[in-house]
């Protein structure tokens, strides 16, 4: 009889300052060990910020996508944490997140219509900043919390609907117009 498939979750913490966006854990997400039965992924999501001396300036927590990777199945989720007037005043290790990176390391690995996506680390942390983008437009508890300068610094980070895979024929992704916000 072959083992289960474990839950666990990872957290992309970013802040925002005058400068830009940072990823405040560096450079990789912060992930759990197998989500207990007795607790739930937004605790084990909760007591990984905790644990990172990240969770009393969260403003936004919200899961944006799973994937399954070797034996587990990983629930994302981006954690949007206020900071001062600098990043790194707080958080030393703190990476810059540029809007360049998408066309730095180009389209995520091609795959079949059928076939399961393989995003890259850095797939996930562009989607979680895209989610975040259509979140804005889309939400207005989230549109509360991303204050400051967040529409600014996501401006570039546009949400694709669809054409991230097409590498057939070098299309564009669609996107929302700019501007688009719920009512």
Known sequence: MSERTEVIVEVWPVSADDIGLWLISGKDAWRSEAVRQDSDPHTAVTDLLSANE???GVKLLHSTSWRAEDT??????VA?????AFVRDKW???APISPALP???GKPI??????APIPRYIDVLMHGLRHLQF???TDSAARSALCGRW????????PALAGMYDHEHGQEPITLAEGQKAK
Do not use: M, W
Not at 80 to 84: E, I, Q
Not at 110 to 115: K, L, N, R, S, W
């Open 151 to 158: 529409p600014e610094h996501l401006a570039t980070f546009r």
């Open 135 to 137: 979140l804005l437009q």
């Open 54 to 56: 990240a969770s009393d």
């Open 72 to 77: 587990a199945v990983i629930l994302t989720y």
């Open 92 to 94: 030393k290790n703190a």
């Open 80 to 84: 949007v944490v206020g900071c001062g």
């Open 103 to 105: 066309d730095a390391v």
């Open 110 to 115: 091609p795959v079949e219509a059928t076939e």
